[in-house]
């Protein structure tokens, strides 16, 4: 499929190719530093209509100006969600690390555009708030997926496994989140 948007690329010691599109439109590909030009060109191609299908989204909302069925959150009821959050991934994370055997470090609570969790190397654990307004399931998924990251820092078979031994209907958790995670940023 030919596209009609331009992209550029930032090349880094990472080492999967990875489509970002920023809140202002433009689409960024992240690229090993040793990828080849015609590689990524054929990675963007197969990508374009999911791109394609953003850009339009983005920019609906753009014309929209953003949602105005949803007013800015007031910091006070920000906060009020991230308390709420923080209760609820604490011990979701403590009692999923302990069938998991798996030792963690602190656990932030933020709220980002492009992640859902993160792990770092060093076990600090982020979730992003918004989770909370998603079916129970996609909560538990992203909890493992971050943990299962302490046993293996990637997304290998051997990491997916790790998820499955938890949660054998994990799959079904991801495709919601794949499918469904943009709502979570027009219900409040």
């Given at each position: 499929?030919?596209?009609?948007?331009?992209?550029?690329?930032?090349?880094?010691?990472?080492?999967?190719?990875?489509?970002?599109?920023?809140?202002?439109?433009?689409?960024?590909?992240?690229?090993?530093?040793?990828?080849?030009?015609?590689?990524?060109?054929?990675?963007?191609?197969?990508?374009?209509?999911?791109?394609?299908?953003?850009?339009?989204?983005?920019?609906?909302?753009?014309?929209?100006?953003?949602?105005?069925?949803?007013?800015?959150?007031?910091?006070?009821?920000?906060?009020?969600?991230?308390?709420?959050?923080?209760?609820?991934?604490?011990?979701?994370?403590?009692?999923?690390?302990?069938?998991?055997?798996?030792?963690?470090?602190?656990?932030?609570?933020?709220?980002?555009?492009?992640?859902?969790g993160s792990c770092s190397s060093k076990g600090n654990l982020n979730f992003n708030w918004r989770l909370i307004l998603a079916p129970e399931e996609v909560l538990d998924y992203v909890v493992v997926h971050e943990l299962a990251h302490r046993r293996e820092m990637n997304h290998s078979r051997a990491f997916?496994?790790?998820?499955?031994?938890?949660?054998?209907?994990?799959?079904?958790?991801?495709?919601?989140?794949?499918?469904?995670?943009?709502?979570?940023?027009?219900?409040?």
């Open positions: 499929m030919e596209y009609e948007f331009d992209y550029e690329i930032i090349y880094s010691s990472r080492k999967t190719l990875a489509l970002q599109i920023t809140p202002e439109g433009r689409v960024i590909v992240r690229a090993p530093r040793r990828c080849s030009r015609s590689y990524i060109d054929s990675f963007v191609r197969e990508k374009a209509q999911w791109v394609e299908k953003h850009l339009k989204k983005l920019r609906e909302q753009t014309e929209m100006g953003d949602n105005p069925a949803h007013p800015p959150l007031s910091d006070k009821d920000r906060a009020r969600y991230i308390a709420i959050a923080r209760d609820i991934f604490t011990r979701k994370t403590e009692y999923y690390a302990r069938i998991m055997g798996i030792s963690y470090g602190r656990i932030a609570i933020r709220e980002q555009k492009t992640r859902w997916y496994a790790v998820v499955e031994s938890v949660l054998p209907d994990y799959r079904r958790a991801r495709k919601w989140l794949k499918e469904n995670g943009h709502t979570l940023w027009e219900k409040v």
